[in-house]
Each structure stands twice: as C-alpha cells, then as structure tokens.
C-alpha cells in the first residue's frame, strides 16, 4: 500500500502560481510512476502531467505544456506539480497517483494507476 497526501492548493488570480506537493508514505515510493490528474465539477477525471520512477521522463497534457512542471524527490518521497501562469480553466481538485512499478513508460489514463491521494482544491480567479 503507498499513502499518498496533495497539499499546496488555494485560491490564485490569474496568471499567478502553485506549487503542488504530493507526500507518499508506506511501500517505497521510488519504484513507482506518479502521475497528476485533475477533476473539475461536472467533468471526467484527466490527466495533467506524469513522471517515471526515475524522473527521467515526464509527459503533459497539451492545456498544460510550458505553463506546468511535474518533478519528484525520491529521498523525500514527494512529488511536485509547478503551475504557472494560471487560467481560469486550470480550477478544479488536483489528485496526485501512484503505480506502474519500474516502469520506463509514462502512463496518461488514470486505470493505470493503483493509489490515489484524496485531492486538493485549486481555484483561479479571473
């Protein structure tokens, strides 16, 4: 099992920033890909961005590119998403994931991960 804790969330103006952090405890979290997805009301779960366990390689979803970083310290069991340059339509509940074991592919599709943390709130005012 790997708890997972999202903290860092909040309310920013526009084109303002956040920095997410996802704190994992319980089975090794450097053996796993981590990904971050984000959930606005009345939508699909999607993905935002993604990690190896390594960090070697990293993945954005096309809304997100240049704008969003996903990074991790494996000594601290933490992963981080950087936002900048918020908009409007990045507001919604980010969730940080786990899974995929060892594995050298990036994953975008939230079945492909095995624990979740319970969100936090990112609201971006206009």
């Known amino acids: 099992q790997v708890q997972l804790v999202e903290s860092g969330g909040g309310l920013v103006q526009a084109g303002g920033s956040l920095r997410l952090s996802c704190v994992a405890s319980?089975?090794?979290?450097?053996?796993?890909?981590m990904g971050w997805f984000r959930q606005a009301p009345g939508k699909e779960r999607e993905f935002v961005a993604a990690?190896?366990?390594?960090?070697?390689?990293?993945e954005y979803a096309d809304p997100v590119k240049g704008r969003f970083t996903i990074s991790r310290t494996n000594a601290k069991n933490t992963l981080y998403l950087q936002m900048n340059s918020l908009k409007p339509e990045d507001a919604a509940v980010y969730y940080c994931?786990?899974?995929?074991?060892?594995?050298?592919?990036?994953?975008?599709?939230?079945?492909?991960?095995?624990?979740w943390g319970q969100g936090t709130q990112v609201t971006v005012s206009s």
């Open positions: 994931a786990a899974g995929n074991p060892w594995s050298a592919t990036v994953y975008r599709t939230p079945n492909a991960y095995d624990y």
């Open positions: 319980g089975r090794t979290f450097s053996m796993y890909g």
């Open positions: 990690i190896t366990w390594s960090g070697g390689r990293t």
